[in-house]
């Protein structure tokens, strides 16, 4: 989205005062003096107005437990965003921290505090995820020391270590503390085999609470949202 409109539609600026407000050097975004009223927000910018981040008055902060075939998109593409699973007023506001694919599911957390949210996702706060694995092969011997190694990602570098826990020949329990584009199934693709299922059971210290069916939501404690703050 545009910075000009996310401003108009976060806070009691017109679009054009948005505009004299950037000009004027009031916008940071990530920390960084934006003049440009055309300037691509996303869902993890943390946008500020003198220092304040916009947005984050009422903020709300939720957990899901994502379906397959919801996007993690505030908009509906070839499959449902996982907005539409929220039945609240304004969930356009809500950003995602951290994106599922469209056949992975589990832990979603969501809110409009972008600072929050750039904790999770940003690789600088190295904020860990864990996620059950089904593979289609049997896994090689080396697969811990080359994932604690790390393996070549096309474009993207080395990955960080990564710790694996064996459940069965085909199952795996991996906590990876980045989040590069399908990066789990990328990383097992490097090892040679295919990622059949995906499943996001942790992020940083906040679990997937069990009593939540999968489609279900419910707002985080006190407790869970300090783990971000
Ligand atoms: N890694 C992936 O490959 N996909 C996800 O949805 C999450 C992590």
Redesign the pocket.
């Known amino acids: 989205m545009r910075l000009d409109k996310f401003l108009a539609d976060n806070t009691e600026l017109t679009r054009s005062l948005a505009k004299r407000e950037l000009k004027a050097g009031a916008i940071t975004c990530d920390g960084v003096v934006i003049n440009d009223p055309g300037f691509k927000v996303s869902d993890d910018t943390d946008v500020c107005w003198y220092g304040e981040t916009v947005g984050a008055i009422n903020t709300r902060y939720l957990m899901l437990h994502k379906p397959k075939e919801y996007l993690c998109s505030n908009i509906d593409e070839l499959y449902p965003s996982v907005l539409q699973l929220i039945g609240l007023p304004r969930t356009d506001t809500l950003r995602i921290a951290g994106r ?2 469209v056949d ?1 599911t589990g832990l979603v957390l969501l809110s409009e505090d972008g600072q929050w949210c750039h904790r999770i996702t940003s690789p600088n706060f190295h904020c860990s995820k864990t ?1 059950l694995v089904q593979l289609a092969e049997p896994l090689v011997a080396d697969a811990e020391a080359q994932l604690h190694a790390g393996v070549e990602l096309h474009g993207d570098g080395l990955t960080r270590p990564a710790t694996l826990e064996r459940l069965s020949d085909t199952e795996v329990r991996i906590t990876i503390i980045e989040g590069k584009y ?5 990383m097992f693709a490097a090892l040679g085999n295919k ?1 059949v299922g ?1 499943h ?1 059971e942790q992020v940083g210290a906040i679990a997937l609470d069990p009593e939540l069916a999968v489609g279900d939501w419910r707002y985080l404690s006190a407790d869970e949202i300090a783990l971000f703050q």
Do not use: E, I, P
């Open positions: 599922l694919d992975t996620y399908h990066q789990v199934k990328r990622v995906l996001r």
